[in-house]
């Protein structure tokens, strides 16, 4: 199996709530995929969905190696996730809050520590790499959570937003760094709102081609 798929899937976050998705199939082939479309959308919690940290209410997701997404071989050792938060270990530096995502994913000791150092330099973070991550600035943390999710040689690379709110240049580098780093072997969903990533993807997904615009948007669209 070459691709991230799901079939079918229905996904509400209460029984209450009007579902995200309602029996919907994607599906995502090697390479960098673009997912675009309004807030509100789905695009968060289909990568949440492909992660394993969200479980739809019927319907099946297929992952590359067939581990299922909420397993912890998948989510350790297949899969990487930048959240929107960035969700770095506050109390720990940077270079802990990368040991500790090589680590998980069994890295040998010598391979995370070329890695780290590698992406300390890549991104800029080296005069900040023994600082704890709360003593950042926001876009240090990003780029710090970047860092993070690109350490494993990750199968599954899912990004929430990895650019919004950074500068030109820093988005500069950070499409670069994708460019470069990101196999062809390698399946990569990016959502985002941000126009300076187009150029980057290999293919492009717009959620708002089969998804209903929210109301308060209708107006607009």
Same mark, same amino acid.
């Given at each position: ?31 960098? #995929? /673009? &997912? ?9 919690? @289909?990568?949440?969905?492909? *992660? !394993?940290?969200? %479980? ?30 960035? #969700? /770095? &270990? ?9 040991? @500790?995502?090589?680590?998980? *994913? !069994?890295?040998? %000791? ?112």
């Amino acid at each position: 199996m070459n691709s991230l798929s799901c079939d079918g899937v229905t996904f509400a976050y209460s029984k209450e709530a009007t579902p995200v998705f309602e029996n919907h199939s994607f599906r995502f082939g090697k390479g960098i #995929n /673009l &997912l675009k479309g309004y807030s509100g959308c789905g695009k968060t919690t @289909l990568l949440k969905i492909f *992660a !394993g940290y969200l %479980r739809p209410l019927s319907g099946t997701v297929s992952t590359p190696s067939g581990l299922r997404p909420g397993s912890c071989d998948y989510q350790r050792r297949e899969m990487s996730f930048l959240f929107q938060r960035f #969700n /770095l &270990l506050p109390l720990a530096t940077v270079r802990r809050n990368l040991e @500790l995502a090589g680590e998980l *994913a !069994g890295m040998g %000791r010598r391979d995370l520590g070329d890695r780290i150092g590698y992406w300390v330099d890549k991104l800029g973070l080296a005069p900040v790499a023994d600082r704890k991550a709360a003593s950042l600035s926001g876009g240090q943390q990003q780029r710090a959570a970047i860092a993070r999710a690109l350490i494993k040689d990750a199968q599954v690379l899912l990004l929430d937003e990895p650019t919004s709110g950074l500068d030109d240049l820093n988005t500069r580098l950070i499409i670069q760094a994708l460019k470069e780093t990101v196999r062809r072997e390698c399946v990569c969903l990016i959502c985002t709102h941000d126009h300076r990533l187009e150029n980057l993807s290999h293919e492009v997904v717009d959620f708002n081609r089969f998804l209903p615009v929210e109301r308060h948007l209708l107006a607009l669209a």
